[in-house]
């Protein structure tokens, strides 16, 4: 009888070492994973955006995405993107803003170069970011900023003074309707934005003065026949009137997509993140 309890107690102890050793080995594998899975972040832009939505004084929801600064540090600045779509992607859905440039944002090793925030606001269905007629060769500065454009301002406030932003590296950039709403931005808030980057979309030249010191890269294709390459060119040739040393890039065979060229091309991101707010 004792041999048998002596016997049953082995089998017991074998058993006993093989399910800790099993254990053991589920561990070492959990934990082997799980750096990659922390430092990882998404490629995938509807992952990598954060769903947000605020509301300003004048009470009418801004949906946007946001992308916070990979490795963010409590008490560290960090600059801020914002992001203008096109028309295209107006309404209450969202993840349609994240059609053309988000991937771009979201690139991993982009990320990891350049931590930053990134605001992606989404303007509502029938609105624009500028109340301006773009069918025309040339517009006026509307008086009141849009709703969209005046909550817009609001939220970046609050960040500035919230979320660890440094105000010295805002930066604003925008592709067809939004290329119309970065030019409506720098000059409705001079001395705000850090560095501008306008694409295939028109202002107002005649406010060139407030912001002709500001560092603008503006592109455009040479065969868009959305918003014609006039449009760009007149505010091109009025700040170089005024001294600005503006660059322009003009897509010799780009129709209205001079979008994803820009976007992709990894100059754009050394020269935006190279630029801090000038003193006045």
């Not at 800790?20 to 922390?38: S, V």
């Not at 930066?171 to 409705?188: E, F, N, P, V």
């Not at 010799?252 to 820009?262: K, L, R, V």
Request: hydrophobic letters at 40%; a neutral charge.
């Amino acid at each position: 009888m004792f041999a048998l309890e002596g016997t049953l107690m082995k089998r017991s102890c074998i058993l006993l070492a093989i399910l800790l050793a099993f254990l053991f080995l589920c561990m070492e594998g959990a934990t082997a994973q799980e750096p990659n899975a922390n430092n990882a972040p998404p490629s995938d832009p509807i992952k990598a955006f954060e769903p947000r939505e605020f509301v300003g004084t004048n009470g009418v929801p801004l949906k946007y995405r946001l992308i916070k600064p990979l490795g963010y540090q409590p008490g560290k600045k960090y600059p801020l993107v914002l992001f203008l779509h096109g028309a295209g992607e107006r309404g209450d859905d969202n993840t349609v803003t994240l059609k053309h440039a988000a991937k771009d944002f979201a690139d991993p090793a982009r990320r990891a170069k350049y931590p930053a925030y990134i605001v992606i606001p989404q303007c509502p269905k029938e609105k624009k970011w500028s109340e301006v007629d773009w069918s025309k060769e040339s517009s006026a500065l509307p008086e009141s900023a849009s709703d969209s454009m005046q909550s817009i301002k609001e939220l970046l406030d609050e960040m500035i003074e919230n979320a660890g932003v440094d105000n010295d590296r805002v930066y604003i950039t925008g592709l067809s309707m939004g290329g119309y709403g970065t030019w409506d931005a720098i000059a409705r808030y001079p001395g705000f934005f850090a560095a501008a980057a306008p694409i295939c979309g028109g202002g107002d030249p005649k406010t060139v003065d407030r912001f002709k010191k500001l560092p603008i890269w503006c592109f455009h294709g040479a065969k868009d026949r959305v918003v014609k390459p006039m449009r760009s060119q007149e505010m091109v040739a009025a700040l170089q009137k005024v001294g600005s040393d503006i660059r322009y890039t003009e897509y010799p065979d780009a129709e209205h997509d001079s979008w994803s060229a820009t976007y992709s091309n990894p100059e754009l991101y050394e020269w935006m993140f190279s630029k801090r707010r000038l003193s006045e």
